[in-house]
């Protein structure tokens, strides 16, 4: 009797899942969800940002996305109170782990002082890549313009500035390597 009682309860689990990602497509037309996604915590999207997440992805307390850009998450992610800013794009490989940090493809105003009230222009903006089987720690910030490498670690705190190599681990401000990773 104990295994029938285990069956019920994970087919509940996946019935409130399947609901939650029912009523977030609805609730945001440009949200596109993967399949087995489980949202464990709330998804919010904003200034006509689109979406995608991949299979299996996992999403826990708050994830904000904003802005007018496109934002694509890969399969099998954990996303974790991360709020993702986008002018242009975002995309995040998979089996990434995002621990409470942030990703801005912008810089929301121009660095001139005279033009800092002035809409912004394109060079405030470039996209994000982040690849494969990247882990981001609490509280880092990802800045405009920067490629992760594949297996790295950006450190908590982190501000990433420039791009980071394939399986390293970086950390501070600016941004340091203190580990690579041997094959």
């Not at 069956?7 to 497509?25: C, E, H, I, S």
Request: glycine fraction near 10%; aromatic fraction near 6%.
């Amino acid at each position: 009797m104990v295994g029938s009682g285990g069956n019920r309860r994970g087919l509940a689990v996946r019935v409130v899942f399947a609901v939650k990602r029912g009523w977030y497509t609805l609730r945001y037309p440009r949200l596109t969800l993967g399949r087995g996604v489980e949202i464990r915590g709330r998804i919010r999207l904003r200034r006509g940002v689109r979406v995608s997440i991949g299979d299996r992805t996992r999403i826990n307390k708050l994830v904000r996305f904003a802005g007018p850009g496109e934002v694509r998450v890969g399969a099998d992610c954990l996303l974790n109170a991360t709020w993702i800013g986008t002018w242009t794009s975002v995309t995040i490989g998979d089996r990434c782990l995002l621990s409470d940090c942030e990703l801005l493809d912008n810089d929301f105003h121009n660095l001139p002082p005279d033009q800092r009230h002035d809409p912004p222009v394109p060079a405030t903006r470039a996209p994000i890549t982040i690849e494969d089987n990247v882990w981001i720690g609490a509280h880092a910030l990802v800045m405009k313009g920067v490629r992760i490498g594949r297996d790295s670690v950006v450190g908590a705190a982190t501000v990433v500035r420039t791009d980071v190599p394939p399986r390293v681990v970086v950390a501070g401000n600016p941004q340091q390597t203190v580990k690579k990773f041997n094959d």
